[in-house]
């Protein structure tokens, strides 16, 4: 359980931590290839955890080093993934396209992760059957088979994150060239394409597509994994919900344009440089309108913690979430502390008030879990939060840095 001490304004600076959703699809590439993988500027968390676990139990030596993975060739590489590593989080499906590239035939139970609504992998599947795999799904497990990968031109009906990079990883060891025709074009997916890049298998984006050359093998490389730019976002927002002052230093301010624009709007002081990105408020907030999208649109990662920051606003905020359903777990939560929302189908309504208040609470997710903590950081008496192994999924070292801007924040058993 984490309790928060709410009311103290936050101001001071912290560092950017690597980014999850790039580390994630970077060891699944360390499967492509029998050399050695460097990542540096990798975040300890729980769900990179779980992505070396499943590499490990695929076959690869890994050593970790402070913020650096080391992982090694180790022995052949196995043809099917553990369900219970699989079940704990939604990316080691993605492990699927290097082992049918290398194997030629694979097997991976259907996967885990948040609960924010379905997330099928059909996309997955159907790109990969363009590639020329053939799948039976029985008993929750997907039996895969593909004699050799061929690259072709595949469309997707949704720019998916989660699918293009399956694409990526599998075209890289296809025959010739495979198109991806309205990919995702997010800065985790595009660190891929630089990754693989690095690793042999040329990458190039193009106005509406992604095209990457297949190779017979992948060298190894030394790869640094790109700034999180949700963490970064939710310390901005949490210096901002307390009418502080929070700097983030390694944040790409390129990467955050659509919620640095947003909280522009509602009367923020933003300030940018090379290397930091600081957020500034010292009133209460305007109301304005977000709706999810695709990059470079707002993140459906930060619609939560922007949910809580406006319910503290003057004026009516209105947020269309478009990517992901049942993206709105946390706003019972966040009613029990005193904010007024309500859900109409894919919209959350917020009338602002002027003060939260303390309550006992759960996270049901990562970033409903940093909604929470926003709203704690911001209400007049103490919170207490269950559900933090969340947290320890998607922010590395929450509690200190929290601390280090000012938060009173203790983790209790």
């Given at each position: 359980?984490?309790?928060?001490?709410?009311?103290?304004?936050?101001?001071?600076?912290?560092?950017?931590?690597?980014?999850?959703?790039?580390?994630?699809?970077?060891?699944?590439?360390?499967?492509?290839?029998?050399?050695?993988?460097?990542?540096?500027?990798?975040?300890?968390?729980?769900?990179?955890?779980?992505?070396?676990?499943?590499?490990?139990?695929?076959?690869?030596e890994v050593r970790?080093?402070?913020?650096?993975?080391?992982?090694?060739?180790?022995?052949?590489?196995?043809?099917?993934?553990?369900?219970?590593?699989?079940?704990?989080?939604?990316?080691?499906?993605?492990?699927?396209?290097?082992?049918?590239?290398?194997?030629?035939?694979?097997?991976?139970?259907?996967?885990?992760?948040?609960?924010?609504?379905?997330?099928?992998?059909?996309?997955?599947?159907?790109?990969?059957?363009?590639?020329?795999?053939?799948?039976?799904?029985?008993?929750?497990?997907?039996?895969?088979?593909?004699?050799?990968?061929?690259?072709?031109?595949?469309?997707?009906?949704?720019?998916?994150?989660?699918?293009?990079?399956?694409?990526?990883?599998?075209?890289?060891?296809?025959?010739?060239?495979?198109?991806?025709?309205?990919?995702?074009?997010?800065?985790?997916?595009?660190?891929?394409?630089?990754?693989?890049?690095?690793?042999?298998?040329?990458?190039?984006?193009?106005?509406?597509?992604?095209?990457?050359?297949?190779?017979?093998?992948?060298?190894?490389?030394?790869?640094?994994?790109?700034?999180?730019?949700?963490?970064?976002?939710?310390?901005?927002?949490?210096?901002?919900?307390?009418?502080?002052?929070?700097?983030?230093?390694?944040?790409?301010?390129?990467?955050?344009?659509?919620?640095?624009?947003?909280?522009?709007?509602?009367?923020?002081?933003?300030?940018?440089?090379?290397?930091?990105?600081?957020?500034?408020?010292g009133v209460r907030?305007?109301?304005?309108?977000?709706?999810?999208?695709?990059?470079?649109?707002?993140?459906?990662?930060?619609?939560?913690?922007?949910?809580?920051?406006?319910?503290?606003?003057?004026?009516?905020?209105?947020?269309?979430?478009?990517?992901?359903?049942?993206?709105?777990?946390?706003?019972?939560?966040?009613?029990?502390?005193?904010?007024?929302?309500?859900?109409?189908?894919?919209?959350?309504?917020?009338?602002?008030?002027?003060?939260?208040?303390?309550?006992?609470?759960?996270?049901t997710d990562i970033?409903?879990?940093?909604?929470?903590?926003?709203?704690?950081?911001?209400?007049?008496?103490?919170?207490?939060?269950?559900?933090?192994?969340?947290?320890?999924?998607?922010?590395?070292?929450?509690?200190?840095?929290?601390?280090?801007?000012?938060?009173?924040?203790?983790?209790?058993?």
């Open positions: 359980m984490i309790r928060i001490e709410g009311g103290r304004p936050l101001r001071g600076t912290v560092q950017a931590a690597g980014s999850k959703n790039a580390a994630l699809p970077a060891v699944m590439a360390s499967l492509l290839t029998v050399e050695p993988m460097v990542l540096q500027n990798v975040p300890r968390l729980l769900d990179v955890d779980a992505a070396v676990a499943l590499a490990e139990a695929l076959g690869k970790w080093q402070d913020s650096t993975i080391v992982l090694n060739g180790g022995r052949e590489l196995a043809p099917e993934a553990p369900a219970p590593l699989v079940q704990r989080m939604r990316a080691s499906f993605l492990a699927l396209g290097p082992i049918l590239a290398r194997r030629g035939e694979g097997r991976m139970p259907l996967p885990g992760g948040c609960s924010i609504g379905p997330r099928p992998v059909d996309l997955h599947l159907a790109g990969l059957r363009r590639l020329g795999a053939s799948f039976d799904v029985r008993g929750g497990t997907v039996h895969a088979s593909a004699p050799r990968l061929a690259g072709t031109t595949v469309y997707l009906d949704y720019p998916s994150v989660g699918a293009t990079e399956q694409l990526l990883l599998a075209g890289a060891l296809a025959d010739g060239v495979t198109a991806i025709v309205n990919p995702a074009r997010e800065p985790e997916v595009v660190d891929l394409g630089r990754l693989l890049t690095a690793m042999g298998a040329p990458v190039t984006w193009r106005e509406d597509r992604v095209e990457i050359r297949g190779q017979s093998a992948l060298n190894g490389t030394t790869h640094r994994v790109i700034p999180d730019r949700v963490e970064a976002g939710t310390y901005l927002l949490a210096g901002a919900i307390t009418r502080g002052a929070v700097t983030v230093v390694g944040a790409r301010h390129e990467h955050l344009d659509a919620l640095l624009s947003k909280l522009v709007e509602t009367g923020a002081e933003v300030r940018v440089n090379e290397d930091a990105v600081t957020v500034a408020l907030p305007q109301a304005v309108n977000i709706q999810t999208l695709p990059y470079p649109g707002f993140p459906t990662d930060l619609q939560p913690p922007m949910i809580s920051f406006l319910s503290t606003a003057s004026g009516r905020s209105t947020a269309r979430e478009t990517v992901f359903a049942s993206r709105f777990n946390y706003v019972g939560a966040l009613a029990r502390m005193g904010a007024q929302v309500q859900v109409t189908a894919d919209t959350v309504l917020t009338d602002g008030v002027e003060t939260l208040h303390g309550a006992e609470v759960e996270a970033r409903a879990g940093a909604a929470l903590v926003l709203a704690a950081l911001a209400a007049a008496e103490a919170t207490e939060i269950r559900g933090e192994m969340h947290l320890a999924r998607g922010y590395a070292g929450l509690p200190e840095k929290l601390r280090s801007l000012g938060a009173e924040v203790c983790v209790t058993d």
